[in-house]
């Protein structure tokens, strides 16, 4: 089993940058593929960004290429969302994922079923 809890939610005004953290723990050797993904309130959730074990690539969401970048520390085991040039429309629980397939473009990155553990979700508030 893999445990995920992230950190580094909150409230802050339009423009303004936050940096959200995902740790992992437990046998995070099986993992392939970290994401971040999004629930705004009466809507489904969406793909923010992916990365993968090696860092060596990445895929984001075009609502927030240029605004948004993730990262991982292996030494930490951290997966973090560096959320620049914030908006309203951003305001949603932000989730971090984890999955045990390799990250490329012929999968399915951006759905939720690519990914087999999650995290218990950290809010962000946009305020305008």
């Known amino acids: 089993q893999v445990q995920l809890v992230e950190s580094g939610g909150g409230l802050v005004q339009a423009g303004d940058s936050l940096r959200l953290s995902c740790a992992a723990s437990?046998?995070?050797?099986?993992?392939?593929?970290m994401g971040w993904f999004r629930q705004a309130p009466g809507k489904e959730r969406e793909f923010v960004a992916a990365?993968?074990?090696?860092?060596?690539?990445?895929y984001s969401a075009d609502s927030v290429k240029g605004r948004f970048s993730i990262s991982r520390d292996g030494a930490k085991n951290t997966v973090d969302l560096q959320m620049n040039s914030l908006k309203p429309e951003d305001t949603a629980v932000y989730y971090c994922?984890?999955?045990?397939?390799?990250?490329?473009?012929?999968?399915?990155?951006?759905?939720?079923?690519?990914?087999?553990?999650w995290g218990q979700g950290a809010q962000v508030t946009v305020s305008s």
């Open positions: 994922a984890a999955g045990s397939r390799r990250l490329n473009a012929y999968v399915n990155y951006a759905g939720v079923n690519f990914y087999e553990y």
């Open positions: 990365i993968s074990w090696s860092s060596v690539v990445t």
């Open positions: 437990g046998r995070t050797f099986s993992l392939y593929a």
